[in-house]
């Protein structure tokens, strides 16, 4: 038997899941939660094998809630079910260690077909969802520079030194360093002259 936790702030959308997969075979709702913060003590108290984890609720979203229940205990996999299919809900929720992302229009069968999956140790993704991984796994975000950072890259690609770009901001040349060694990090390069040249190629310059 597989159980599976509901955590929604809707009480119909939980009362219509219910009915749902207490009515397949193998599958029982041993609890339900409103909040993110419910959800986090309910997980914890039924250790559930699955958790049908709604995204944005008060009392904390349901990327904090995941992240929580995956951190304190071992074997319950997440599953989250939303109307919501944004490509940063998508990414966060995915690095957040959940084990499926749904959408709520999908139908009963294939629920009750991704929690099996689910409780097999497979990832199950919605196609629209994985069509948008595979996006961006193909086309990457640019990575984000602050506005200090990239200030100094700007005069780092004029040819200004350490110690002349440090004048020119006022800053330390230390802190100067430090703001090179942050861009150098988040661009994934060494030096500065990679620094410049990648960040013109993603257009932060």
């Known amino acids: 038997m597989i159980r599976i936790l509901l955590v929604d702030d809707h009480p119909v959308v ?6 749902m997969l207490d009515a397949e075979p193998g599958l029982t709702v041993v609890g339900e939660a409103s909040s993110g913060v419910e959800g986090v003590a309910l997980a914890l108290a039924e250790r559930p094998d699955i958790v049908l984890m709604d995204l ?6 349901g990327v904090e809630a ?10 319950v996999r997440v599953m989250v079910l939303t109307t919501y299919e944004s490509d ?3 990414l966060r929720a995915i690095e957040a260690g959940a084990a499926g992302y749904l959408l709520k229009d999908a139908s009963p069968k294939e629920l009750a077909d991704a929690v099996r999956a689910a409780a097999r140790g497979e990832t199950v993704l919605a196609p629209s969802v994985a ?26 690609a004029a040819g200004l030194t350490n110690a002349e770009i440090g004048k020119r901001l006022f800053i330390s040349e230390a802190t100067v360093k430090t703001h090179l060694l942050r861009a150098f990090n988040k661009l994934d390069v060494a030096d500065r ?4 040249t990648t960040a013109m ?3 932060l310059l």
């Not at 939980?14 to 009915?19: A, D, E, N, V």
């Not at 995941?66 to 074997?75: K, P, Q, V, Y």
């Open 56 to 61: 944005r609720m008060p009392g904390g979203d």
């Open 201 to 203: 190629r993603h257009g």
């Open 14 to 19: 939980r009362m219509g899941l219910r009915g």
């Open 131 to 156: 069509s948008t991984l595979v996006r961006q796994v193909r086309n990457p975000a640019p990575p984000a520079l602050s506005a200090r950072e990239t200030e100094v890259l700007r005069l780092v």
């Open 88 to 90: 940063r809900d998508i």
């Open 66 to 75: 995941t992240e929580r229940i995956l951190a304190a205990t071992s074997g």
């Open 193 to 196: 002259t990679a620094a410049v």
